[in-house]
């Protein structure tokens, strides 16, 4: 049985990692520094965008589980996210402010095309999937990704774009990558214990690729916003 478990748990992350954003081109040119400040700032305002959605989500999944140890687990996480303090929201606002975009670009910016069909699909994964395919796919497929994609932008803020590591402006880069590998641990813990059927077993792996590819074609957006200027990644005619 441990064998079985450890076996779907390595599938999961396989699925995920068919399409990790971490190895997105958009990525590299951050790591190398080859975007400028407000190019980087796109990746920001899109994923405020994309996370204003990623949070109702969870209140949803939150709403329609059943069981106490994973709605604690995620109240945790929206207390963390919405911490009146220090909202993270206001944490990517805050970058994208000191990119040289106003506040009023970032809440009410175009959202690419990409980025609606990521939010269109995370909506249908809640509405129409058993909750416990619903977290896979949220906090597997989407949100244990962080933590492996910010470490490569991190020190390219200090050697290529002159952040100081104890700099505010840059503080969800730093905060998301501890806080999303605890999330993303209790996804995979929680995923273990209920997808507990071979059919929730399949659906779970099938939300956590499909997730990750949404991600990733989230992020070619971005990157052709960013860097070509269009509005997605469809050849010119």
């Known amino acids: 049985m441990a064998q079985a478990i450890s076996s779907f748990l390595d599938d999961l992350k396989a699925a995920r990692d ?12 951050w790591e190398k520094g ?14 405020y965008h994309f996370v204003t959605d ?7 999944l939150w709403a329609h589980c059943p069981e106490k140890e994973v709605k604690d687990s995620i ?23 000191a990119c040289g975009l106003t506040r009023d670009e970032v809440i009410n910016a175009k959202v690419l095309p990409w980025t609606q069909a990521l939010k269109d699909w995370g ?4 509405y129409q999937s058993p909750w416990q395919v619903s977290c896979a796919g949220l906090m597997i497929g989407l949100e244990s990704q962080p933590p492996h994609i910010y470490p490569r932008i991190i ?6 774009y002159g952040w100081q590591p104890g700099d505010r402006q840059i503080r969800f880069f730093r905060g998301h990558v501890e806080a999303d590998e605890i999330h ?3 996804g995979f813990q929680m995923t273990e214990k209920y997808c507990n059927t071979p059919e929730l077993r ?5 939300a956590v690729r499909v997730a990750a590819q949404k991600r990733w074609n989230h992020m070619n957006g971005i990157y052709w916003y960013a860097v070509h200027g269009k509005e997605d990644d469809t050849p010119e005619s």
């Open 18 to 29: 068919e399409r990790h954003s971490k190895d997105h081109p958009f990525i590299d040119k």
């Open 34 to 47: 080859e975007l400028t400040k407000r190019q980087t700032a796109a990746y920001v305002v899109q994923h």
């Open 54 to 60: 990623y949070l109702n989500w969870l209140a949803f």
């Open 75 to 97: 109240l945790d996480n929206l207390k963390e996210e919405e911490d009146p303090t220090d909202r993270h929201l206001e944490m990517l606002i805050d970058y994208a402010e």
């Open 123 to 126: 909506w249908r994964l809640v």
């Open 155 to 160: 020190p390219s803020l200090h050697s290529n």
């Open 184 to 186: 993303s641990a209790r």
């Open 202 to 206: 399949r659906a779970a792996h099938e």
